[in-house]
């Protein structure tokens, strides 16, 4: 029995020593934190909105193909009105796919007793866990209460909940233990070097939950990183684009973003995120009506995405003159007049006290100007060309 002992001891220290070697405090943590509880805004029906516009719904990012162990397609043989009713089918699974995790303050650990009981004291010499294994619950509804050596009861603490949970209700993909490439500070920067933003991301997901201090660093890391080397069309169209503009328009850092957007002509993505950015600091600019204009003129990412499913069942007869030139200038009347409107809100909040980078925004934004005035002429000449009469 005393080898036993003696075994359990050592693999005892040397989980302990593998702990300390690899300790998540030992993590560069980020610059930027929440320094309130960022849930109500983010939750907002509004910002939803926004942020779910700014994500965009490119269909052939969502559903491209992955490093997992089935990779299978299937082939089907259907009519056209059944076509049709998948792809409406397909946009509410991407949407399903896009939903964008919650942003939420750090849940502080506080001591909660239950009751002291001096007479179970010294009762036993290791404390005792009790689990709520009910089926069906989820864990945060999960009762898990600790009855120590000197009698007390009380609520587990968050991380003894939380292993708990993973042992009765293990979820798939989390460890038990600080996965290395977050406990090591080498391997998460190499992973952040080669630009792995959204791997990170959605290995944190698995790991952690929204309210551990972990998530908040490591996520803010990414962002932070992510907002250095511009690399931001790696999370559009992905669940994490949401959260990541919300942090940036919450820490006032949005000029890089908007130049990107401004670079590749997502200007009403543009208005969406300064307006973001007003709201959040509660800026007094009335955004709202240009949205509404905005709103009016141009469809929505999930109407865009499936009118362009459409059009693949459309031969080059059936699409029309118009629809042609359309497809070929890559705009409609209609976004050219939505470019206008976006433009002169851009232009306003460069010219404020907001803008940091005065000089790259305008710069994009003038280049822009041009390439859409030369989109502009060529579309007015090939409508007066085929005889289409202006809409």
Known sequence: ?????????????????AKRQYSPAALKSASLQYDKDPQPLFTDSETQRLLQSMTQLQLDKVFRQRTVPDNSSETKFMTTLQLEKQFVKTIEKAKHLLQMPPVVKIKQDTERIISKDPAMKDFAT??????????????????????????????????TTKRMNQLYFPLEGRKSYTPRMFADEQLLQR??????????????????????????????????????????DLLR??????????????????????????????????????ALSYKIHQVPVDYKQTLSQLEQLQP????????????????KDEL????????????????????????????????????????????????LKEVNLEKLQLYQGLKKAHGVQAS
């Open 300 to 315: 929505t990412p999930a109407e865009r995405a499936h009118a362009e499913l459409l059009s693949c069942l459309k031969t």
């Open 320 to 367: 029309g003159i118009e629809q042609e030139i359309h497809q070929a200038i890559g705009k409609t009347e209609q976004d050219f007049t939505a470019d206008e409107l976006s433009l002169k809100f851009i232009e306003q909040y460069i010219g404020s006290e907001h803008s940091r980078k005065k000089v790259q925004l305008e710069l994009a934004l003038q280049t």
């Open 237 to 274: 169209s992905t669940r994490h684009f949401g959260p990541m503009a919300f942090f940036y328009a919450w820490h006032s850092c949005i000029d890089d973003l908007l130049y990107d957007m401004i670079r590749n002509d997502y200007l009403h993505n543009a208005v969406e995120l300064i």
């Open 126 to 159: 290791t404390k005792f866990v009790f689990t709520d294994i009910t089926f069906g619950l989820r864990h945060s509804e999960r009762k898990v209460v600790v009855r120590d050596v000197d009698g007390s009861l009380s609520y587990a603490s968050l991380d």
């Open 191 to 232: 992973c952040l070097d080669e630009h792995k933003y959204e791997f990170i991301l959605d290995r944190l997901l698995v790991q952690y939950e929204p309210y551990e201090t972990e998530f908040h660093n490591i996520s803010a890391r990414v962002y932070e990183h992510l907002n250095e080397s511009k690399q931001f």
């Open 1 to 17: 029995m005393s080898l036993f002992k003696h075994i359990r001891q050592l693999n005892a220290l040397q989980c302990l020593q």
